[in-house]
């Protein structure tokens, strides 16, 4: 095997982001779903036991599960290619991420599995590609959606929130179309670690099934073609006067973004500080949790307020394992970088995600995220 395989699917969320980046990288890869007896019987032992997409398998036979490890294991070959290394834009590059990978969930999950008139045909397809052939495969398809329709719920997108959820989704199209329709990635002229994060649920979810695309095509042409932008291995500057591949200069960060982030933290906020609140109650109550524990997906609702509509939303341990990422890079920094980096998070009603930490640490063993 001379190549990297990729196991995913067009439908995940999460194989969006690491596609992306083998694009983008120029590795040679090949993608496929994990359903061959080779996966079940080689791969998936070597990913902690944990038949979860998207996971990769190098030419030497590693195994390595997870988006975000699958982008840290390719940006420390290649001199983190894709990691810029001024004060702000770290920042920012790493808060994206985040933001991408656990903050976007909602809408992407709404605009999925409440529309069955737009997108039930095309879900149906995608699902039954996923399971192995053989008897039952509709069935199982089905059971498997079921479960992600109920993991829809889970995360908030319930009929008392439909409005609110889709009337911040059309301000965010409208941001996000400004942005892109000045710079042609987040940063400038070439992708960062921040754009691999977001291209998840703008892809696999938001930029593919039927509903959510007609929305994004009809409202944010210049977000299409940044999804389109990231998933083609050139760097597709056509449309722009920048063609030079390369961040933005002097640690700029451009007044779109800083109205992007003001909006996306009218509910990011208060639901990580709803999640910080819920997780560290229920690791108080956790008092044989020994470390090398793997991590639940959720371990209980948050509840909190946007616009007077009340949100009850999974409390995610990997949310803090990916914000602790942003954390750990403003502690790196010198003061007076401190001191500009706060300044702009405060601009945009970020600053308290410096401060929103869980009391366990959380880290990796054995290709899962466990409890230290």
Same mark, same amino acid.
Request: with cysteine.
């Given at each position: 095997?001379?190549?990297?395989?990729?196991?995913?699917?067009?439908?995940?969320?999460?194989?969006?982001?690491?596609?992306?980046?083998?694009?983008?990288?120029?590795?040679?890869?090949?993608?496929?779903?994990?359903?061959?007896? $080779?996966?079940?019987?080689?791969?998936?032992?070597?990913?902690?036991?944990?038949?979860?997409?998207?996971?990769?398998?190098?030419?030497?036979?590693?195994?390595?599960?997870?988006?975000?490890?699958?982008?840290?294991?390719?940006?420390?070959?290649?001199?983190?290619?894709?990691?810029?290394?001024?004060?702000?834009?770290?920042?920012?590059?790493?808060?994206?991420?985040?933001?991408?990978?656990?903050?976007?969930?909602?809408?992407?999950? $709404?605009?999925?599995?409440?529309?069955?008139?737009?997108?039930?045909?095309?879900?149906?397809? $995608?699902? /039954?590609?996923?399971?192995?052939?053989?008897?039952?495969?509709?069935?199982?398809?089905?059971?498997?959606?079921? /479960?992600?329709? %109920?993991?829809?719920?889970?995360? &908030?997108?319930?009929?008392?929130?439909?409005?609110?959820?889709?009337?911040?989704?059309?301000?965010?199209?409208?941001?996000?179309?400004?942005?892109?329709?000045?710079?042609?990635?987040?940063? &400038?002229?070439?992708?960062?670690?921040?754009?691999?994060?977001?291209? %998840?649920?703008?892809?696999?979810?938001?930029?593919?099934?039927?509903?959510?695309?007609?929305?994004?095509?009809?409202?944010?042409?210049?977000?299409?073609?940044?999804?389109?932008?990231?998933?083609?291995?050139?760097?597709?500057?056509?449309?722009?006067?920048?063609?030079?591949?390369?961040?933005?200069?002097?640690?700029?960060?451009?007044?779109?973004?800083?109205?992007?982030?003001?909006?996306?933290?009218?509910?990011?906020?208060?639901?990580?500080?709803?999640?910080?609140?819920?997780?560290?109650?229920?690791?108080?109550?956790?008092?044989?949790?020994?470390?090398?524990?793997?991590?639940?997906?959720?371990?209980?609702?948050?509840?909190?307020?946007? $616009?007077?509509?009340?949100?009850?939303?999974?409390?995610?341990?990997?949310?803090?394992?990916?914000?602790?990422?942003?954390?750990?890079?403003?502690?790196?920094?010198?003061?007076?970088?401190?001191?500009?980096? %706060?300044?702009?998070?405060?601009?945009?009603?970020?600053?308290?995600?410096?401060?929103?930490?869980?009391?366990?640490?959380?880290?990796?063993?054995?290709?899962?995220?466990?409890?230290?």
């Amino acid at each position: 095997m001379n190549e990297i395989v990729l196991y995913g699917s067009p439908l995940s969320l999460y194989t969006g982001r690491a596609r992306s980046y083998l694009i983008k990288a120029g590795l040679t890869y090949r993608e496929t779903t994990p359903t061959t007896e $080779h996966t079940r019987d080689i791969v998936i032992p070597k990913a902690g036991g944990r038949a979860s997409v998207p996971t990769i398998e190098t030419p030497e036979g590693e195994v390595i599960r997870d988006g975000a490890a699958i982008v840290d294991h390719y940006e420390n070959m290649n001199g983190h290619l894709f990691s810029p290394v001024t004060p702000k834009q770290r920042i920012l590059s790493r808060l994206f991420d985040v933001i991408g990978a656990e903050g976007m969930l909602r809408p992407a999950m $709404h605009y999925r599995w409440n529309f069955d008139d737009k997108n039930l045909e095309f879900l149906r397809f $995608h699902f /039954q590609s996923m399971m192995p052939r053989g008897p039952n495969r509709e069935e199982k398809a089905d059971a498997a959606a079921n /479960q992600m329709r %109920a993991a829809c719920m889970a995360f &908030g997108a319930v009929p008392v929130t439909f409005e609110l959820v889709e009337t911040l989704y059309l301000e965010l199209l409208q941001k996000l179309n400004l942005h892109f329709a000045d710079q042609p990635y987040l940063l &400038g002229g070439k992708p960062c670690v921040g754009d691999f994060g977001m291209i %998840a649920p703008f892809y696999g979810h938001l930029g593919r099934d039927p509903k959510p695309l007609s929305l994004m095509q009809k409202h944010a042409v210049r977000l299409f073609r940044w999804v389109e932008r990231m998933n083609r291995p050139e760097l597709d500057l056509g449309e722009f006067e920048i063609q030079d591949a390369e961040y933005l200069p002097d640690d700029d960060v451009p007044e779109t973004l800083i109205k992007l982030l003001k909006h996306i933290a009218i509910d990011f906020v208060p639901e990580t500080k709803a999640a910080a609140h819920c997780i560290n109650d229920w690791l108080d109550s956790q008092k044989d949790l020994t470390p090398g524990t793997p991590l639940l997906r959720g371990v209980g609702l948050g509840s909190f307020e946007v $616009h007077g509509t009340t949100i009850n939303a999974l409390a995610q341990p990997y949310r803090f394992y990916l914000l602790k990422r942003v954390q750990d890079e403003y502690a790196s920094l010198d003061d007076q970088s401190k001191k500009g980096v %706060a300044g702009m998070l405060s601009a945009c009603d970020m600053k308290a995600v410096l401060d929103l930490k869980l009391t366990r640490g959380i880290g990796r063993e054995n290709n899962l995220e466990v409890w230290l």
